[in-house]
């Protein structure tokens, strides 16, 4: 299986410490947070890593190299201009392949073992699904959650469509998909993923899981800070 790790975010919120900086090198716990991410990948036994880069890419590509250092083996994906979750992942598709891939957002930290992703694979093809997503409990800055779990697994948007005993649930930013997803989405646009996945969910094509580990959105200075003392303490 490979992965994609996104990593074209500005990072706005992160600024002024994004200002010379793409977000996914700011350190924490010693080493940036996307080394964090492509060595757990390696260590689930995903070496091939596609990474998208738009805002000060040329740092990233520079930091990380072909990943050898760190016994992945890393593909680029540059975008000018940035295309966006959904549009990133299609520009993308032709070095990610005709299989099942894993995504991770490059601002989130999450205990999550990424060796469950083939299996979650599986799961896709058992329940002819385009996408697995990884759910997490509602965190404060996103109270009201963004998808409802059904005690089957299926994924759903609309509350009318969901089954009994369904429950709200955040997005980790973390997912599996099959290529056909972004079938509909071209590339060579901005394009986010919310659309795509209800589109799918609409079609019962979208199943999930719930997360009751670590997990947090590094999107402020302050999220950065306490990760940053979590992982040094």
Same mark, same amino acid.
């Given at each position: ?52 880069? /738009? ?12 990943? =050898?250092? $760190?016994?992945? #083996? @890393? %593909? ?84 009318? /469509? ?12 973390? =997912?599996? $998909?099959?290529? #056909? @997803? %972004? ?51």
């Amino acid at each position: 299986m490979k992965a994609m790790i996104l990593a074209a975010g500005r990072g706005q919120r992160m600024r002024p410490l994004t200002d010379h900086t793409p977000k996914p090198l700011l350190p924490v716990g010693g080493k940036p947070l996307i080394v964090w991410h492509i060595e757990k990948l390696v260590a689930a036994g995903i070496r091939d890593i596609v990474i998208n880069t /738009a805002w000060l890419g040329h740092k990233l590509q520079s930091a990380l190299g072909d990943g =050898g250092a $760190y016994g992945a #083996r @890393l %593909l680029w994906s540059p975008e000018d201009p940035p295309l966006e979750t959904a549009g990133g992942i299609a520009h993308a598709l032709p070095v990610l392949g005709p299989k099942p891939f894993l995504v991770v957002n490059g601002d989130v930290w999450c205990d999550w073992d990424f060796r469950a992703a083939p299996r979650c694979a599986d799961a896709m093809m058992e329940r002819q699904a385009l996408a697995w997503l990884l759910l997490v409990d509602n965190p404060g800055h996103n109270p009201s959650g963004d998808f409802l779990l059904a005690p089957d697994g299926q994924v759903c948007h609309a509350p009318e /469509a969901a089954p009994t005993a369904s429950v709200r649930l955040t997005f980790s930013g973390i =997912g599996v $998909y099959d290529p #056909r @997803l %972004l079938f509909g989405v071209s590339g060579r646009e901005p394009a986010p993923l919310a659309p795509v996945l209800r589109q799918a969910m609409q079609r019962s094509a979208v199943i999930g899981s719930h997360h009751e580990g670590t997990w947090l959105d590094i999107g402020t200075p302050e999220r950065l800070q306490q990760l940053d003392t979590q992982l040094t303490m």
